[in-house]
């Protein structure tokens, strides 16, 4: 229920993704989605995330999720030019590993996005 996959160009790891699947609620989550700050806007992102969404319709799962602190506008558009309709922000969201104490609350004022493309009803 889980893949990574790797983009390559010239010799050289330029991007990745993952996707992790839920039985529960037969669901594919996107995840960790990088590419290498010399290689964007070349639609590596795009190729990465339409595997993906390729997975998640070989396996017949009904939707894919992601959720994203991406603060670049552009990473929302690429998702929504996938397809992915935003769902709503949690606010003031704490980052894995943080304490949430006083210091970081001050600081660290994340919003996190939640996206969801659906592929089929169940």
């Known amino acids: 229920g889980s893949c990574f996959w790797v983009a390559v ?21 996107l995840r960790r989605m990088s590419v290498d700050s010399n290689y964007r806007g070349k639609g590596i ?26 603060v670049k506008m552009a990473a929302h558009k690429l998702y929504e030019s996938l397809g ?10 704490a980052l894995p590993g943080m304490t949430r ?14 996206y969801r493309l659906q592929l089929r009803e169940e």
């Open 9 to 29: 160009l010239d010799g050289n790891v330029v991007g990745i993704v993952a996707a992790r699947g839920n039985e529960e609620d037969n669901t594919v989550e």
């Open 45 to 70: 992102a795009k190729a990465l995330g339409r595997k993906v969404l390729e997975f998640a319709m070989l396996n017949n799962y009904s939707s894919v999720v992601l959720g994203t602190t991406a």
């Open 84 to 93: 992915f309709k935003h769902e709503g922000v949690v606010e003031h969201y």
């Open 101 to 114: 104490s006083l210091l970081e609350r001050m600081f660290f004022q994340v919003r996190y996005h939640r």
